[in-house]
């Protein structure tokens, strides 16, 4: 049963009820106006933290002055009742719009989506990312507006590490990969939970879905997703190629911030009506085939009026002075072409094309560079494969294929190993073609994540499996390679551990010295780089309910 009454406001309905709250419609018992009021539940006020994240989403609200953002009216406290109001909107929630009409028109999630990149570009201007952007935090008003809406587990990033505690929050749908890890987020956080909004407007469904929250979250930080367009064929590829982006698992690849976002959004809307005015005004039907033109005397002028109205329009249109055949007539610019003529004629008897020999030797010499270093350069392997390799095996595959073969093969493996990353067997870089390949990238996998015994194991195994195994000599090598590596490092990993070791014995004196800020700060550093290793779990998760522990002590 809802109450009767919150501060100043008399309570006449209950409008939904999240993690952080239960939001009543009511209205100003002195003024008459419409608000919506957000309650904490009594059984979160009695804890110092949650009332502090309350307050913050207060602030968080505060800060942001938007029209696309709920505007915060007041806040305050009844009795043991934590509460504040904002403005209501009469309308839905983007849920609810989709649960009726299952798909939204690419046009009005392009309109959408750009009121929620105004809004983001607001709450990340002030340091505020929202952390759950999802469909019910989304309201759709009367007149086609937007609203944002539910800033209950944003991380204001200039206030304390309320939120940073290393644990998930927000709803495993439209959660970003890294914050499906418990990692820090970002604004580009927020992007990826846009994106995902924007996929289901557009298909019906989220990008990921499964039977648990488990498998949900492991498919946003490993999985791939149907592109849109296979589900939506007649949206525009520009679009789905936006969203796929937003969806890119590599925070450093999806689109800069919400601003660009936006302007990217209306560039396609251009893009759209310029194709469309080009295809009714270029002569041809929308299919691409030749006009019709109908000599009935009835239904316009004859044969003969109609020749001669052509032939007088071709000759018009080629008497039509044209910017080109104006600028060509300008004697100066023809003194540049020549200039420019001249010049390039210089520039190419001065440095002739290479021969093939030296495209070769070119090669040659970027692998060896390669070979010295502790990570290949992924530029130095491109240029060595796309300028000189490639076209030596398009020029004369025969003479240049056993020449070329073995360097190509290595950097094969070097792109497989560019697509083995700390977040996961990546779908960037080349996919394995075998077995030899795919064992490969997953031994390169469990190192990158920082489990050099598993890495260890798989890579003795496939050393074994190789050995004597025709034409895959190249991978063998690397394994090895990999594996000497490895073993050079296990005195960095127990350096590893002594430094862990001290350093949450050093936290442990700090708060018994009653010092919590200090331990706090050695505890979130403990979690930030130590998280990635398997072998240090225990550790980590000790630091992180010792934060909690501290948090609730001392919020």
């Not at 009594?42 to 949650?50: D, K, M, Q, T, V």
């Not at 953002?69 to 989709?98: K, P, Q």
């Not at 190629?241 to 990217?264: F, H, N, T």
Request: glycine letters at 8%.
């Amino acid at each position: 049963m809802h109450p009767t009454r919150v501060g100043p406001y008399l309570i006449e309905r209950k409008i939904g009820a999240g993690g952080m709250g239960t939001v009543y419609y009511g209205r100003h018992e002195q003024t008459g106006d419409e608000a919506a009021i957000k309650v904490l539940p009594a059984s979160l006020a009695r804890e110092e933290g949650f009332i502090a994240r309350f307050g913050r989403e207060i602030d968080a609200m505060k800060k942001m002055a938007n029209p696309h953002i709920v505007r915060l009216a007041e806040s305050g406290v009844d009795g043991e009742t934590y509460f504040y109001s904002m403005e209501y909107i009469d309308g839905e929630t983007l849920t609810a719009r989709l649960r009726r009409d299952r798909r939204i028109d690419w046009r009005e999630t392009i309109d959408i989506a750009m009121q929620l990149c105004s809004a983001l570009k607001a709450a990340h201007d002030t340091g505020i990312i929202h952390r759950d952007l999802k469909p019910s935090n989304i309201l759709l008003a009367e007149g086609g507006t937007v609203k944002l809406t539910d800033f209950g587990v944003a991380q204001v990033f200039a206030g304390t590490k309320l939120t940073a505690t290393g644990g998930i929050i927000g709803t495993a749908e439209f959660m970003s990969p890294e914050q499906a890890q418990g990692r820090r987020t970002n604004k580009k956080s927020d992007l990826y939970s846009l994106g995902a909004v924007m996929y289901v407007m557009l298909t019906g469904r989220p990008p990921f879905s499964g039977k648990t929250t488990l498998e949900v979250i492991h498919k946003h930080r490993y999985g791939r997703f149907d592109r849109p367009r296979m589900i939506v064929p007649d949206m525009p590829h520009w679009l789905d190629e936006i969203v796929c982006q937003l969806l890119e698992k590599d925070p450093d690849q999806r689109v800069a911030d919400a601003y660009v976002l936006s302007k990217k959004l209306q560039e396609i809307l251009s893009k759209v009506e310029l194709s469309t005015r080009d295809s009714s005004t270029d002569g041809s039907n929308y299919d691409g085939s030749a006009p019709t033109i109908s000599l009935d005397a009835e239904e316009g002028p004859g044969a003969g009026t109609l020749m001669r109205d052509l032939l007088r329009a071709e000759v018009e249109y080629a008497n039509k002075p044209s910017p080109f055949r104006e600028l060509f007539n300008n004697t100066w610019v023809l003194v540049a072409l020549l200039a420019l003529l001249v010049i390039g004629g210089f520039l190419w008897f001065r440095n002739p094309p290479l021969t093939s020999d030296q495209k070769f030797e070119k090669g040659v010499a970027i692998m060896e560079e390669l070979a010295e270093m502790e990570r290949p350069d992924r530029i130095l392997w491109r240029t060595a494969r796309d300028d000189y390799f490639l076209p030596l095996l398009d020029e004369d595959p025969e003479q240049w294929e056993q020449r070329v073969g073995t360097y190509l093969d290595t950097i094969r493996l070097y792109e497989i190993e560019s697509g083995a990353t700390r977040r996961g067997l990546s779908t960037k870089g080349t996919v394995p073609s075998n077995d030899a390949e795919r064992f490969f990238k997953i031994a390169l996998h469990y190192r990158g994540i920082g489990d050099d015994a598993a890495a260890r194991r798989k890579l003795s195994a496939l050393i074994a499996i190789l050995e004597g195994q025709p034409g895959h000599e190249e991978i063998r090598r690397r394994a090895t390679e990999v594996l000497g590596e490895l073993d050079a490092q296990d005195s960095e990993g127990a350096d590893r551990h002594a430094l862990l070791d001290q350093a949450m014995k050093q936290a442990e004196e700090f708060s018994a010295n009653g010092d919590w800020q200090a331990a706090r700060r050695i505890w979130l550093g403990v979690i930030e780089w130590y998280e990635p290793y398997p072998d240090l779990q225990d550790q980590v998760e000790h630091a992180r309910a010792k934060l909690r522990e501290e948090l609730s002590l001392h919020p």
